[in-house]
């Protein structure tokens, strides 16, 4: 493991009862490295997130973070420590202003209570409400801030989802198909939010289109059938021949 490792995957596997779903993965990502995660349907890439997120234990393997085995850390404790994910469907409070959802994250962050649902004081919430406003101004976000989430586009929710993450100060951010089912203005949206995330957070982020992590990622590693079967720069990737052949098809066309 290199010294500036935030997160080593070392022979990783996951089955469930007879079927093997992750065989054999072994991995290093580097502080502030971006890499794209990317497969075919079912190839095993948001089970590879489930356990680096905390809710599979794998197999067999084991997963290292900052050079410590967290096989057995339960995924709040990996939150607490800066493992923060975003889910293909967001868990967004929809009743909640944008500006409320914000607030909960920063209160959780900032660990105010035991039980962050009670009331804070009024001095801790006028500053609170500071920060969530500042907060929201530096991500281009505050027009929405008095918006219930559910009155919003869903390219909308997908981009104050990412921020809600980015408010948990992460160090590893695993974003789940944060384009999916996006108009072209929308994706080049979220992916200018994720440009703007601070350069030492590490990013792995699941997506379909290669010409998405073209440009935006350093590195992309291809997952088939449980298997890690290409790890490169975009570029690399979309030129080797077994990702052309198994995952793009063979016009080597670089959409799943
Ligand atoms: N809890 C489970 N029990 C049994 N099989 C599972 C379970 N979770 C996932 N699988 C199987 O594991 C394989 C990989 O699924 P996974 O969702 O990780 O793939 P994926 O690459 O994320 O696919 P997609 O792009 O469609 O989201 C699939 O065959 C799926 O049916």
Redesign the pocket.
């Given at each position: 493991m290199q010294k500036n490792t935030i997160l080593s995957l070392n022979g990783i596997a996951k089955q469930?009862g007879g079927?093997k779903?992750i065989e054999d993965i072994t991995l290093d990502i580097a502080v502030g490295e971006k890499v794209g995660l990317i497969?075919p349907?079912?190839?095993?890439?948001?089970?590879l997130f489930n356990m680096i997120a905390g809710d599979l234990e794998p197999s067999s393997g084991t997963i290292s973070y900052f050079g410590e085995n967290i096989n057995k850390i339960p995924n709040f404790k990996r939150t607490q420590s800066g493992i923060v994910r975003t889910f293909q469907k967001n868990n967004l409070m929809a009743g909640l202003t944008v500006k409320e959802n914000l607030i909960l994250v920063l209160q959780r962050m900032r660990k105010e209570h035991k039980q962050w649902w009670k009331r804070a004081n009024k001095k801790n919430y006028s500053e609170l409400f500071n920060t969530a406003d500042q907060f929201l101004a530096e991500w281009g976000l505050s027009e929405h801030s008095k918006s219930l989430v559910k009155d919003l586009s869903y390219g909308v929710q997908r981009q104050i989802e990412i921020i809600l993450a980015v408010a948990g100060e992460p160090k590893l951010l695993l974003l789940d198909e944060p384009t999916a089912g996006m108009s072209q203005l929308e994706t080049d949206q979220i992916i200018g939010l994720i440009n703007k995330l601070p350069k030492d957070v590490s990013i792995i982020m699941i997506e379909h289109d290669i010409d998405v992590l073209f440009g935006n990622m350093d590195r992309v590693v291809v997952?088939h059938t449980g298997r890690l079967i290409c790890d490169g720069k975009p570029e690399e990737v979309r030129n080797d021949p077994e990702v052309k052949e198994i995952y793009m098809g063979k016009e080597g066309m670089v959409h799943a």
């Open positions: 469930f079927l779903v497969g349907n079912g190839a095993g890439k948001t089970t997952l």
